[in-house]
């Protein structure tokens, strides 16, 4: 596969599909009248179903797995992975503390392994072909998340992961995005140059969207969302600061679609990007 270096291309990816109904109305609105070409499925989240439902009648939606292992609901009964879940099912907040638990204890490490097969386990029984993979809260920085998601993954036919790799990332995330690029091409999976959404996550409006096209780097970049047709806590506990809704009409703006059509460049899902097969890879991975 060429370097990504090599191509130019755009992929605007709306997270959090499932999370909720309003989120689902969004994504549908914004690819069907908007400029949205994928979306990342939280598969254990409480409107999922209504999200599968709503990508099949999108056949040029992209789809991908949103992996879930913090702040958000579990896949399996928490009989089955106490030590990652709280009373309720859901994972907590503390990604420091849970990275080292990943890293150091076995135990943990075996039911975090359950949890990761069982979402992919849940994406591949959509039916839905599986344009990508990224994780909530970009935990699939930590190294070993990252091992389990490229074997398990495999098995699913795994082609593309994102790289959480915006412009001016702080110097002590840079090592983690070069050792998690140089892990995906070992692994011969594509992933983008460079993402936009991470400094104005749950704030990109029509002005930051627009600004963000008018200094789109070379090779490919993914721009993130976080679209829903209400804004509210409702949505999340977590985004209560979150305007949802100003990133949908940012998605459906004329203004920016004319601007991204100026560009010229190709768009669609990574598989449209980096022209992948849905076929079952061959990779070599690396622990």
Not at 22 to 51: C, F, I, K, W
Not at 141 to 165: D, K, M, Q, Y
Not at 192 to 208: F, K
């Amino acid at each position: 596969m060429p370097p990504a270096t090599a191509r130019r291309g755009l992929i605007v990816t709306a997270d959090d599909f499932g999370l909720h109904s309003a989120v689902n109305e969004a994504v549908e609105l914004a690819h069907r009248d908007g400029v949205l070409t994928a979306a990342s499925l939280m598969v254990g989240a409480p409107a999922a179903a209504d999200a599968v439902a709503r990508a099949r009648r999108l056949p040029s939606l992209r789809v991908g797995l949103h992996l879930v292992l913090a702040d958000g609901a579990a896949v399996l009964p928490r009989t089955q992975i106490p030590a990652l879940v709280d009373a309720d099912g859901r994972f907590g907040d503390r990604m420091a503390r849970d990275g080292v638990r990943f890293f150091f204890l076995p135990a943990v490490r075996r039911q975090l392994e359950a949890e990761i097969r069982a979402q992919f386990e849940a994406y591949t029984a959509t039916g839905l072909p599986l344009d990508h993979v990224n994780a909530h809260k970009h935990f699939h920085l930590h190294p070993t998340v990252l091992s389990l998601i490229l074997r398990i993954g495999r098995e699913h036919g795994l082609r593309a992961v994102r790289l959480p790799a915006e412009a001016g990332a702080p110097a002590l995330l840079r090592p983690w995005l070069q050792l998690l690029a140089r892990r995906l091409d070992k692994a011969g999976i594509a992933h983008n140059d460079t993402v936009v959404g991470i400094e104005h996550s749950g704030g990109m409006n029509e002005a930051v969207l627009l600004e963000a096209l008018h200094r789109l780097p070379a090779g490919v970049t993914e721009i993130y969302l976080h679209p829903a047709t209400a804004s509210s806590s409702v949505i999340a506990a977590s985004m209560p600061e979150y305007r949802h809704a100003d990133e949908l009409a940012a998605l459906l703006s004329p203004r920016v679609r004319a601007a991204i059509e100026g560009l010229g460049i190709p768009r669609g899902g990574f598989c449209d990007i980096f022209a992948l097969s849905h076929e079952p890879s061959r990779m070599t991975v690396s622990s």
